[in-house]
C-alpha cells in the first residue's frame, strides 16, 4: 500500500501486486478491485503531490515506521483502540463475507488463499443474531419459490403413498 502508485488507479479500479503472497522469488497475485463509490470519490478529490497515492504532506513515500506512528494517531483521534493496519484485509474478509460474498468472491478482492480466507472466517466471524435472521429469511424465500413447492407436494400418487406410510408409522403404537 505504501508503493501504490496513482497509475495503478483506473478511475474505477485500483491494480495491485500483493506482497503477501510471494513466494519463492515469483511476484504475489495481481489483484484488480473495483473502488467503493467512497475511496473513487476520495481519490477523485485527492491532490496529486507525488506519484504515489499515500505520501507525506511534503510528496514523500511513507517510511514504515513514520506510516505506523501516523496511523497509530489517526486510529486515537478516530476512538478506535487495538486496529493495526494489517487487521484491514482480515477485517474485509468478514465484512465481505457478511455482505453475502462467498469465498471465491472474497479472495479475489484480498487476495488470500480459499483456506486462509476460510481460516480467518472460522476465527473472527461473529455469529450475530442479525445472521441467523438473515438465513432464516433466506431458508423461507426458498420454502416460497416454486421449485421448493414443488418438491413438498403431496397430491402426486408417489408422494401420496409416501405420507399415507409415514401417518401409518406415526399412528402405531412404539415398541415396548
Known amino acids: 500500500m505504501l508503493r501504490l502508485a496513482w497509475s495503478n488507479y ?3 479500479h485500483i491494480t495491485l501486486r500483493q506482497g503477501k503472497t510471494a ?3 515469483k511476484p504475489g497475485r495481481e489483484v484488480r478491485i473495483k473502488c467503493t463509490n467512497a475511496l473513487k470519490s476520495a481519490l477523485d478529490k485527492a491532490e496529486r503531490r507525488s506519484t504515489l497515492i499515500l505520501s507525506t504532506k511534503t510528496g514523500l513515500a511513507f517510511k514504515k515506521r513514520y506510516f505506523a506512528r501516523q496511523w497509530k494517531e489517526t486510529c486515537k483521534a478516530a476512538g478506535i483502540d487495538g ?3 494489517h487487521d484491514l484485509r482480515g477485517t474485509a474478509v468478514t465484512m465481505l463475507f457478511q455482505a453475502g460474498c ?6 479475489a478482492v484480498t487476495g ?3 483456506r486462509r480466507a476460510q481460516e480467518i472466517l472460522d476465527k473472527y ?3 450475530t443474531s442479525t445472521m441467523a435472521d438473515s438465513a432464516m429469511a433466506k431458508y423461507e424465500n426458498v420454502l416460497e ?3 421448493a ?3 413438498a407436494n403431496h397430491d402426486t400418487p408417489e408422494a401420496g403413498k409416501y405420507w399415507r406410510a409415514r401417518e401409518d408409522s406415526n399412528s402405531r403404537p412404539p415398541d415396548s
Not at 102 to 107: F, K, P, R, S, T
Open 145 to 147: 419459490t416454486d421449485f
Open 125 to 127: 466471524l461473529a455469529r
Open 149 to 151: 413447492k414443488r418438491a
Open 10 to 12: 483506473s478511475g474505477t
Open 112 to 114: 488470500h488463499s480459499l
Open 23 to 25: 513466494r519463492n522469488g
Open 83 to 85: 486496529l493495526n493496519f
Open 102 to 107: 462467498n469465498l471465491g468472491e472474497i479472495v
